[in-house]
């Protein structure tokens, strides 16, 4: 069990049998009364973030959380389909729980997955991903770096904005938690 002394950013907890994720926290204690901890904190099953204030020796439950890297395979609806890299086991998760992800996951990617419970909850990216321009509006003469931007359209559907110079067919460095365009690839 954690108690309010041991809250800080990022650290999971349980509530009420549900994980979270503890986004922010500020201990405060006023000069009348019994000290607390302001707390905001996110689901890592549904992603709704809730703020709530715990009282100075609150304690709540550690939550069962695993981690494990495992490698994305094929989509079959309405699952996604995940092997676990040491045990080739096979675990499908509903795509209404990786809303997040999809714009930048493509077949083969190793990804880290979060299981509550035995249960698969949570599905995250390497911070960068190569991903391949499959159509934008073709690069013209004198278009420079520091130019402008134009759409583009990944391999996965995703749209993002990548310099003039660009052209359909490169590879590009596109940043997961952010959705921008980073750099392009040599191949």
């Not at 715990?54 to 959380?65: A, E, I, N, T």
């Not at 389909?81 to 992800?101: C, H, K, P, W």
């Not at 509550?116 to 995250?124: K, L, M, Q, W, Y």
């Amino acid at each position: 069990m954690y108690s309010t002394t041991d809250f800080r950013k990022n650290l999971k907890i349980e509530i009420d049998g549900e994980p979270f994720i503890i986004v922010d926290c500020q201990h405060v204690k006023p000069g009348k009364g019994v000290a607390f901890v302001k707390t905001r904190y996110k689901s890592l099953i549904t992603g709704s973030v809730l703020n709530k204030n715990f009282r100075s020796g609150d304690k709540v439950d550690k939550p069962d959380l695993e981690e494990r890297e495992m490698q994305y395979l094929y989509l079959d609806e309405p699952h996604y389909v995940f092997m676990d890299n040491t045990t080739y086991e096979q675990s499908r998760i509903d795509g209404a729980a990786l809303e997040d992800v999809l714009p930048f996951m493509k077949d083969n990617v190793n990804v880290t997955v979060l299981f509550h419970n035995g249960s698969p909850i949570n599905v995250e990216l390497p911070n960068f991903v190569n991903l391949r321009v499959t159509q934008t509006d073709p690069g013209v003469k004198g278009d420079t770096a520091s130019g402008g931007s134009k759409p583009a359209t990944l391999e996965t559907g995703h749209i993002v904005n990548v310099p003039l110079y660009l052209e359909e067919d490169e590879l590009i460095k596109v940043d997961t938690r952010t959705g921008e365009y980073v750099e392009r690839v040599k191949e």
